[in-house]
């Protein structure tokens, strides 16, 4: 019984070198120590590892001697028989010993083939030098990485909007939630039109064609054009290079010219409706008389290029009829509202009226030197003023008593010639009282009244002990009469109404072309813009003209303390009440909080 | 390799040559036109007044953004080009160089074209990708300048293989020393040998700190080995020696794979971002003309 050990070493150059040796006794030991029959140099294997032998029956013993195990044939084991005739492969460390019966001369003996399989450290093994200096080892390749993240963004961005768009429904059913073409969104909506932010076919309804107004007025049912569109098409100026490659670019692509969005710009965030720029206005009317027929005036900037006021101003035409006209402020209009009323007199500081309302005093809502805002307040929108009632405003003064029956003030009928008329005969037919405090129908001065001292002194001794009805009526309605100085008194020719009055028709709005707001101007007192101090007439128009208002206001660029676009006063689409601009509250600082929102909407509102 | 010159002289004939790197080619070519295609789209965008603000959807904008994402195709195709190697005008020198300048122009070409009007939206996603993969190319610019010379230094006069080579001789002699030693001290010894030197993940790649150091394990294992005498002489003195020169062996390899990851880890950012931008670009496009 023998072994032959053939230890094998592979040179530099990848030679294999076997050195034979034989053993003629039946156990070998294997080991790191150098006395061992089988000495592997192994710093994995123990001095004294293991031991192989040659058992009775043709069998051969591995045996662990130093408790670490080793392997046979693939299996971890510390003792393992087998037979000599098949051999096995035991691995112990980097080493291989691979056991097999000897043939030919060697026939009896079992040879050993020790090798070493694995090398001797890590960095000792085969490396692939441009694979291991590289990040390659410790990165996922740049290729794929491209392609996951290519595909990634393909996935979410194209294919899942595509996707959306064509399952998710457009009519009522639709859900109110986020939809993955939102993701192609070029910036918020703005707050008119926050709620459709879920919804971009409402506007965007085919794909690939621009939004058309079709969609614009799906919802906006009541907005009408700005003119006839022929009109418009021939008013529009010159394109220049840019507009007009824009126009011929969009037509390639159907787009038409003059669509709301040209205007009506969105995606810009979650803000109000950005105003239309001024030049969306000028490009047309900046020089508009040049191209078409039109009795409008050319306007390109509010700061240097814009026409005087015209304000609508009403006159009496023939036979007295009442008409309209607009009249530039640079020809000094004069209108004919049916009114007397100087403005100078009732604004004096110094004069009798002053002194009446000082002397009404505070519990009759005086006691100062009038003001405007004692006969002029605001109506509920804050952007004009309530219409002067006479009873109200002045009341106080200019008193149509005549009569007291016991504790009651007997006054002529305001508005209502006819019914003064019979009052009068009425008060004559009874037997009117004499009193001789006071002398004919005389209109009630200020001053008059007070200087009496009592009002029921007043209303009793009313003066009137004029002859008889007739007489007195004649003087209620002439020179120095309760009716004549305040009103347009004429003779009718008829007995039993021999006088009639013009009905008083005050200016509730001169400028219907355009807009002015009030309340957006409380930093101003009202005469710092409107020149009633000297206004000796009622006939007189106290607008400002355009060059006050120029002082604060400019055009769109101008470094004015307001830079104010045309559609700050003016509204593309006319609704008859203020522009969008002013309805967004837009560029107008603390007047905000001074308008009735409900009721500006009520007035001009709508979509 | 950018900007460092060399001088070489030729035997023979005196001749020498300038080294000029993609930066300096042709007395900075690109950068003059890159800079002036920035000027044309800063003063154009200044004096562009567009109402209500400035967005990409104005002729302005699309001329910048044709001008943009050719210029991003184009730029993509050096991947092409730099594996065909000509001479001559339009030589990869000139490529890269164009490349480089014209690429940074985008910052300036892109960033007008959005006209500052950023959202969480496709547009924006596929602009943020342009920034990162500029900025990892500026990155890869810089590294390009500077880290050759310290990768060169770093390496002597070795060559990586001999680098590791030089690993291999320490390891056979650590092996062959650490024959007489008892289990313990080959434990050791294994340690160390057991030891990859380019294991460690991207992190230690790029730091050079590998906490998980078997050789450093070892050499503290050893030094705190019981059986170290004061005076007697111990088979470990001599593992220690040559652990100490494992040690300054292998730092010296893992010093040049981080130079080597600085220079190459930019590539991972830029080249599979440039496709995450093309495909983000068109998604852009056709969101763009799909809801027009």
């Not at chain 1, 023939?318 to 530039?328: E, K, L, N, Q, T």
């Not at chain 2, 024959?179 to 057991?194: E, F, K, N, T």
Request: charged share 20%.
């Amino acid at each position: 019984m023998s072994f032959i050990v053939r230890t094998v070493a592979r040179t530099a150059d990848g030679r294999d070198i076997v050195r034979p040796k034989s053993f003629d006794k039946a156990e070998l030991s294997v080991g790191r120590s150098p006395s061992s029959d089988i000495h592997l140099p192994d710093l994995a294997v123990t001095l004294n590892h293991a031991a192989i032998r040659i058992v009775a029956g043709g069998y051969v013993e591995v045996v662990a001697t130093a408790g670490l195990p080793l392997v046979v044939n693939g299996k971890s084991t510390e003792h393992q028989r087998f037979s000599a005739a098949q051999g096995a492969d035991v691995r112990i460390g980097s080493h291989s010993l691979e056991i097999e019966p000897g043939e030919g001369e060697e026939k009896g003996s079992v040879i050993v083939t020790v090798s070493r399989v694995g090398a001797i450290s890590n960095a000792s093994e085969d490396k692939e030098e441009a694979h291991v200096f590289s990040l390659a080892t410790v990165l996922p390749g740049k290729r794929p990485l491209a392609w996951a993240l290519a595909i990634l963004v393909l996935g979410i961005f194209l294919v899942w909007p595509l996707v959306s768009i064509h399952t998710q429904p457009i009519d009522q059913t639709r859900k109110v939630a986020f939809h993955a073409d939102e993701l192609w969104t070029s910036g918020k909506l703005s707050q008119v039109h926050k709620t459709l932010e879920n919804n971009c076919q409402a506007c965007h309804v085919k794909a690939g064609e621009a939004v058309r107004d079709t969609a614009c007025a799906a919802c906006h049912t009541k907005v009408h054009d700005h003119a006839d569109p022929k009109k418009l098409a021939d008013a529009r100026g010159s394109l220049g290079i840019v507009g007009a490659t824009k126009q011929l670019v969009g037509g390639v692509f159907g787009i038409q010219p003059g669509r709301c969005v040209e205007c009506h710009t969105e995606h810009q965030g979650t803000t109000a409706m950005p105003v239309t720029d001024e030049r969306f206005c000028t490009n047309c009317h900046g020089d508009m008389s040049k191209r078409i027929d039109t009795p409008l005036k050319n306007a390109a900037d509010f700061g240097d290029n814009h026409p005087q006021f015209e304000p609508t101003i009403r006159f009496a035409g023939a036979d007295g009829v009442p008409m309209f006209r607009r009249v530039s402020l640079d020809a000094n209009p004069k209108e004919d509202s049916g009114l007397k009323f100087p403005h100078d007199l009732h604004l004096s500081t110094t004069n009798g009226v002053a002194q009446m309302a000082k002397t009404l005093g505070k519990g009759e809502g005086y006691g100062a030197p009038l003001e405007c805002a004692n006969c002029h307040t605001r109506d509920a929108t804050g952007t004009t003023f309530a219409a002067v009632k006479m009873e109200n405003s002045c009341g106080a003064c200019h008193s149509l008593a005549f009569d007291q029956v016991g504790g009651t003030i007997r006054t002529l009928r305001h508005g209502e010639p006819a019914q003064v008329i019979a009052d009068i005969r009425a008060f004559y037919r009874a037997g009117a009282p004499r009193n001789g405090a006071f002398q004919g129908m005389e209109r009630r001065r200020p001053g008059d009244f007070a200087s009496s001292g009592q009002r029921t002194a007043f209303a009793q001794t009313s003066a009137m002990h004029i002859g008889n009805a007739e007489q007195a009526i004649r003087a209620v309605f002439s020179k120095g009469g309760a009716c004549f100085d305040c009103h347009m008194v004429r003779a009718t020719g008829n007995p039993t109404t021999p006088f009639a009055v013009t009905p008083v028709s005050l200016t509730r709005r001169y400028m219907t072309k355009g807009w002015f707001d009030h309340a957006a101007h409380d930093t101003e007192n009202c005469t710092s813009c409107h020149a009633v101090k000297t206004s000796r007439w009622a006939a007189d128009v106290n607008l400002p003209k355009i060059a006050k208002c120029q002082e604060c206001h400019g055009g769109q660029d101008a470094h004015k303390a307001v830079p104010s676009s045309c559609a700050m006063c003016h509204d593309y689409h006319r609704t008859g009440f203020a522009p969008l601009m002013v309805r967004d509250n837009r560029a107008r600082g603390k007047a905000v909080e001074h308008i009735d929102e409900k009721a500006m909407e009520r007035a001009g509102g709508g979509i | 390799m950018a900007t460092k010159s060399l001088r070489q002289a030729t035997t023979g004939r005196e001749r020498a040559s300038e080294h000029e790197g993609f930066l300096r080619y042709q007395s900075y070519k690109w950068l003059k036109i890159a800079l002036t295609l920035c000027g044309v789209a800063v003063l154009i965008y200044a004096f562009n007044d567009v109402q209500p603000k400035p967005n990409g959807g104005t002729i302005y904008g699309y001329t910048t953004g044709t001008i943009g994402i050719l210029l991003i195709l184009w730029l993509t195709m050096l991947g092409v080009r730099k594996r065909a190697i000509t001479p001559g005008r339009w030589s990869l020198k000139s490529w890269t160089s164009a490349h480089v300048y014209l690429g940074l122009s985008l910052i300036v070409v892109a960033t007008l074209h959005t006209g500052f009007d950023f959202g969480w939206n496709i547009h924006t996603l596929a602009y943020v990708l342009m920034m990162l993969v500029i900025g990892s190319g500026v990155f890869g610019i810089a590294a390009y300048a500077s880290l050759p010379q310290a990768l060169s230094a770093n390496r002597g006069e070795t060559t990586q293989i001999q680098m590791l080579d030089n690993l291999r001789t320490l390891d056979r002699q650590l092996n062959e020393s650490a024959q007489p030693l008892d289990a313990d001290g080959a434990a050791i010894v294994q340690m160390a040998l057991a030891d990859d030197p380019f294991g460690g993940g991207l992190v230690a790649r790029l730091t050079g700190r590998y906490s998980k150091c078997g050789t450093r394990a070892a050499l503290a294992a050893v030094r705190a080995h019981p059986s170290r005498g004061e005076a007697e002489a111990d088979p470990l003195d001599h593992v220690e020696v040559l652990l100490e020169r494992r040690r300054s062996s292998l730092s010296r390899i893992r010093k040049h794979l981080r130079l080597k990851a600085l220079l190459e880890v930019w590539l991972y950012i830029h080249i599979p971002l440039t496709f995450a931008l093309i495909a983000a670009l068109f998604v852009h496009v056709v969101a763009v003309f799909y809801y027009w």
